[in-house]
């Protein structure tokens, strides 16, 4: 048997044991807690560094902090706006039956609401610190209803304490988090969830550097178009006047061709008329000055007639072939030069496409026999993938296109391009002869047809 003095130590003992067990239990499950805080915090890292543009982030941060701190009731995000100075609420996390009181009260749907802040409140939440509300959810009301409602709304619901925090980082402040508790709880480490703060700010600021960004983008993209349609407009209307210039010049060239076969033309003729008249009245010496005049005279109405034609070819009413044809054999008359044609085969062209090319190669030609010092020249004119393309090759000395200043013939040659929609590339070097490429576009200009396709 044991003595009373030996029951009285096991008592004792016993009750020592208990006390350091009992301990030892609670340091261990504080440490399960801040582990299990640790990982939820790590976790919440990852997400917020890997949220989609496409993804709400204050109703994801909403679900971050509620999984991090288990205890609260409610949890309020906000986003603050320098330029207005109020707080604007994103998202709320609670139970649907206290967002519809929520909702009673404040006569609206709380997510939308804007709030005021005083400076004492903007200091308190970008202090870098979990603020604890002093008056419950009445602070973070902002001053919306009334103490006592508060109050009630505390008792009724098991509102217990409240706290908030700013986002803020780098001198900005990007919005703030509200976390009311259960009734009896607080928020046993503000530690974990200021970190947890610091996390959701950093992301915020990447989130307003990447929507800047992109509003950025969508401001310069719809300038670009805009600044393209411009361009593209006046672009048309340079072509269009060019055009009309163009047109204004035939005119002019048609109206003198004109004049010149009517009037001078007839006069030279008449003359002519009175030479010969002349002659039949005077066979002697005088009668061999007449034949001179005569001759003079037949070489001037030449003259005129070549100038007319030139200013208006005639054989362009037959087509834009035969007055090619024709262009080159009096081209090879004149300059001794061979010239070969040819006809790849091409639809029936408007007058001005006509008369475009007609100029180009008569304004190439005429370079050849001033600077070319060819003995060959091949025009070859086809149609290729929906384009009209005219090129003009000579065998002579060539040129420097780099060192070349721009000449009258090859600017006019590239406005006539220009005017109907085409280009004009010209290639050559310094012994290799030289060819002109024009291609015009076989469909609707912004003012004529340029290729009338027939229907077989």
Known sequence: MTSESDSRQTRN???????????????????RQYADDLATLSRAATVLAEFSPSQDIYQLIAELAKRLVKEARLVIVSSYSEDTGLFRVQAILTTQMDVDVVSRILGRDPVGLAVPISSDARTALTSGALQKAPRGIYD????????????????????????????????????????????????????????????????????QATDDLARAKNELEIRVKERTAELSQAYRQMRYYARRVTEAHEEERTHISRELHDEIGQVLSYLVLQLDHARKQRPDSVGQAIDEAKTTTIEAIRIVRDLSQALRPPMLEAGLVPAL????????????????????????????????????????????????????????LSSKDGNIVLRIEDNGTGFDTKNQRQTTGLQAMRERASSLGGNLSVQSNPGSGTCISATFPCGKAENDQICNNRRS
């Open 13 to 31: 003992l016993s009750r020592g044991g208990k006390a350091p067990t009992c301990r030892r239990k609670k340091t261990e499950s504080r440490y």
């Open 325 to 380: 044809e024709e262009l080159m054999r009096k081209f090879s008359e004149k300059s001794g030069i061979n010239a070969a044609f040819n006809d790849g085969g091409i639809p029936p062209l408007t007058p001005q496409m006509n008369l475009a090319l007609y100029r180009i190669t008569q304004e190439a030609l005429t370079n050849v026999i001033r600077h070319a010092s060819a003995s060959e020249v091949r025009i070859n």
């Open 140 to 207: 973070l009301a902002g001053g919306l209803i009334p103490e006592s409602t508060a109050r009630e709304i505390e008792k009724d619901y098991d509102f217990g304490s409240a706290y908030a925090m700013g986002f803020f980082w780098q001198e900005t402040l990007y919005g703030s988090i509200n976390i009311v508790m259960a009734s009896g709880c607080d928020i046993q480490d503000p530690g974990i969830v200021e970190t947890f703060v610091h996390q959701v700010a950093v992301a915020l600021q990447r989130k």
